[in-house]
């Protein structure tokens, strides 16, 4: 049962355009949502995170924001840069909860930025 | 800095053999956690150490056992191997305290191959 869905396979944007990446979660109980990039044969690179006391987080170039009411969380990358290009996981966790600190991911999506 | 550290990246077995994965966590991390990513999959989180304790269990086959050392080091171990076993695994690793809080890191992971 996949309790974080990302609903687009794949996203193309042009450089320098705004990259916006969502994600929706089915588990009240997760209280902990990150974003990773992923490269084909590599390790998930973490990217920001997001609390649930918070609705919105930046660093640099990347801003995760979270809409608890609807489940739902959204990655944006301005601006978006061809290095960019790889494939984004969303990932939730849920403290204190008999599951631990596991990460449930999303299926990813990729993001194909072109010059 | 430092990183998340798997051996081997590669391995290649025959089916019913057993295979041995090995995770160095980020210095001064605590908990070390093990996920398997099968082809066009989200990775699946398997089982998780804390200071050297078993903190939590996931997907994890009963064929597949693992530990967590005195230096913190991490070993998946896996018997019986089957087809269905190829996949990528990652270790990842987190710290119960500082400013990354409960932010897992991923290694490169191993893929292992099983023919």
């Known amino acids: 049962d996949q309790q974080v869905k990302q609903n687009s396979p794949s996203l193309s944007v042009q450089e320098g355009r705004i990259s916006i990446l969502n994600c929706d979660y089915t588990n009240s109980m997760f209280d902990y949502f990150l974003w990773y990039k992923k490269y084909p044969a590599e390790g998930p690179t973490f990217l920001i995170s997001i609390s649930s006391i918070k609705d919105k987080n930046e660093d640099g170039r990347f801003t995760v924001f979270l809409n608890k009411s609807a489940k739902h969380l959204s990655l944006h990358i301005v601006p978006s840069q061809p290095g960019d290009s790889a494939v984004y996981f969303c990932?939730?966790?849920?403290?204190?909860?008999?599951?631990?600190?596991?990460?449930?991911f999303g299926k990813g999506t990729s993001l194909l930025v072109t010059p | 800095a430092a990183g998340v550290i798997q051996s081997p990246r590669h391995l290649i077995k025959e089916k019913r053999e057993t295979a041995t994965l090995k995770c160095y966590p980020i210095?001064?991390?605590?908990?070390v956690y093990w996920y398997q990513q099968g082809p066009g999959q989200d990775p699946q989180f398997l089982i998780s150490f804390y200071e050297k304790m078993q903190s939590d269990k996931g997907s994890i086959p009963d064929r597949f056992s693992a530990q967590q050392f005195s230096d913190y080091h991490s070993e998946l171990n896996m018997s019986s191997l089957e087809l269905g076993d190829s996949a990528l695994y990652f270790c990842?690793?987190?710290?119960?305290?500082?400013?990354?809080?409960?932010?897992?890191?991923f290694g490169p992971g191993t893929r292992l191959t099983v023919l």
């Open positions: 990932a939730a966790s849920a403290h204190g909860s008999n599951s631990g600190y596991a990460l449930n």
């Open positions: 210095p001064r991390h605590d908990t």
């Open positions: 990842a690793s987190s710290s119960t305290s500082g400013a990354s809080t409960d932010t897992q890191y």
